[in-house]
């Protein structure tokens, strides 16, 4: 039987379908069943192209293959779905000596394409984040500035008979709005601190940013060192990039205090030289990664996609504003940060480039 035959394509992680001379699947591995969701039963005898919203492209491949105007092509699609994230993959369009079966299709996920369209979300979401972080907190200065003024006022006014007991509700007033006040300045922070440029050896902030960690968590944590010690100096604010990495690692400790009490807590500050990447849709021939990585319970995957945003808190009591500045300052350098959580396991990488 034709299953039989091609029983042995289930050993690659790779999907493959098989497909008849309609372009119908007449054999898909067990890859080709995860990516699709769907079971060889449901999937067997359906034509290929038919199963995406724009397949046409996939059924003209298929056509010029079943005319052999090619033995073997390949092709980058975005195949979208119904109800379904769209698929970016990679396809091989294989012609075999067999009329039964005359096309085999091979096809990945187009990871590199995938990474590139989540860091322009990213830049996106932050760019907009930008402008409504600025217009929002102008907004709010001015009023909080006169409640803070009325309160003081209101203080001076207050008969001495009903002075002490009062004067608790003003200071509260005055208490919060001076606290706003603090939230405020922390949000218009990056657009005002000048960018100070100077040689930044990466391992510096590194070796920075770990003394002040283990200060804070002296027991129950540990932090490895993995560094290129080939990486060159390049050019950037130290003090913004030091600020950067602290809040990723401090966040990162703090999510780790389960294992700080348990005394198995780790986290990992890995440097390494990267080719030819693309951030913010340039090209750049080397660039600096540097990974923080813990042992932590991981992010939700409803929250990875958003604790870049301002005021986004996974913790509670945080001020959701430590991965916005980070991500502001990084990209005052050209680079981008990128989240990757799973329970055990989170890894924030800080990609820069390097002249």
Same mark, same amino acid.
């Given at each position: 039987?034709?299953?039989?035959?091609?029983?042995?394509?289930? @050993?690659?992680?790779?999907?493959?379908? *098989?497909?008849?001379?309609?372009?119908?699947?007449?054999?898909?591995?067990?890859?080709?069943? %995860?990516?699709?969701?769907?079971?060889?039963?449901?999937?067997? #005898?359906?034509?290929?192209? /038919?199963?995406?919203?724009?397949?046409?492209?996939?059924?003209?491949?298929?056509?010029?293959?079943?005319?052999?105007?090619?033995?073997?092509?390949?092709?980058?699609?975005?195949?979208?779905?119904?109800?379904?994230?769209?698929?970016?993959?990679?396809?091989?369009?294989?012609?075999?000596?067999?009329?039964?079966?005359?096309?085999?299709?091979?096809?990945? /996920?187009?990871?590199?394409?995938?990474?590139?369209?989540?860091? %322009?979300?990213?830049?996106?979401?932050?760019?907009?984040?930008?402008?409504?972080?600025?217009? @929002?907190?102008?907004?709010?200065?001015?009023?909080?500035?006169?409640?803070?003024?009325?309160?003081?006022?209101?203080?001076?006014?207050?008969?001495?008979?009903?002075?002490?007991? +009062?004067?608790?509700?003003?200071?509260?007033?005055?208490?919060?709005?001076?606290?706003?006040?603090? @939230?405020?300045?922390?949000?218009?922070?990056?657009?005002?601190?000048?960018?100070?440029?100077?040689?930044?050896?990466?391992?510096?902030?590194?070796?920075?940013?770990?003394?002040?960690?283990?200060?804070?968590?002296?027991?129950?944590?540990?932090?490895?060192?993995?560094?290129?010690?080939?990486?060159?100096?390049?050019?950037?604010?130290? /003090?913004?990039?030091?600020?950067?990495?602290?809040?990723?690692?401090?966040?990162?400790?703090?999510?780790?205090?389960? =294992?700080?009490?348990?005394?198995?807590? /780790?986290?990992?500050?890995?440097?390494?030289?990267? =080719?030819?990447?693309?951030?913010?849709?340039?090209?750049?021939?080397?660039?600096? %990664? +540097?990974?923080?990585?813990?042992?932590?319970? #991981?992010?939700?995957?409803?929250?990875?996609?958003?604790?870049?945003?301002?005021?986004?808190?996974?913790?509670?009591?945080?001020?959701?504003?430590?991965?916005? +500045?980070?991500?502001?300052?990084?990209?005052?350098?050209? #680079? *981008?940060?990128?989240?990757?959580?799973?329970?055990?396991?989170?890894?924030?990488?800080?990609?820069?480039?390097?002249?």
């Amino acid at each position: 039987m034709l299953s039989e035959t091609l029983a042995g394509l289930d @050993l690659l992680t790779s999907s493959v379908v *098989v497909l008849d001379a309609n372009g119908r699947i007449q054999y898909a591995n067990a890859a080709a069943q %995860e990516i699709l969701k769907a079971s060889i039963k449901s999937l067997a #005898g359906q034509r290929l192209s /038919e199963l995406f919203l724009n397949g046409q492209e996939l059924q003209k491949l298929f056509d010029q293959a079943l005319e052999s105007q090619f033995s073997d092509k390949r092709q980058d699609l975005i195949l979208e779905r119904v109800g379904l994230e769209p698929l970016q993959v990679q396809m091989s369009f294989t012609v075999l000596d067999n009329p039964q079966i005359p096309v085999l299709i091979e096809f990945s /996920e187009n990871v590199q394409q995938i990474k590139q369209d989540r860091e %322009e979300r990213i830049l996106d979401h932050s760019q907009e984040n930008k402008e409504l972080i600025r217009n @929002l907190a102008h907004e709010i200065k001015n009023p909080l500035g006169g409640i803070r003024g009325a309160a003081q006022l209101l203080e001076l006014e207050l008969p001495e008979r009903d002075a002490k007991e +009062l004067r608790e509700y003003t200071q509260v007033i005055i208490k919060e709005a001076d606290r706003l006040q603090t @939230l405020v300045d922390r949000l218009l922070a990056p657009h005002r601190i000048p960018h100070i440029v100077g040689d930044v050896n990466i391992h510096e902030v590194c070796e920075r940013v770990r003394s002040l960690i283990m200060a804070e968590f002296s027991h129950g944590l540990t932090i490895q060192r993995d560094f290129d010690l080939s990486i060159p100096d390049f050019r950037g604010d130290l /003090e913004q990039l030091i600020q950067s990495v602290l809040n990723i690692a401090h966040n990162a400790a703090q999510a780790l205090s389960e =294992r700080i009490e348990r005394g198995d807590a /780790e986290m990992i500050f890995k440097t390494r030289i990267v =080719r030819q990447v693309t951030i913010a849709k340039i090209r750049y021939k080397l660039a600096l %990664e +540097l990974h923080i990585i813990d042992n932590g319970p #991981g992010i939700s995957a409803d929250m990875v996609d958003r604790i870049f945003f301002p005021l986004v808190s996974g913790r509670e009591g945080g001020s959701g504003l430590g991965l916005t +500045l980070a991500q502001t300052f990084i990209q005052q350098h050209l #680079g *981008v940060i990128e989240c990757e959580s799973r329970p055990g396991y989170t890894d924030f990488r800080v990609l820069i480039p390097l002249p």
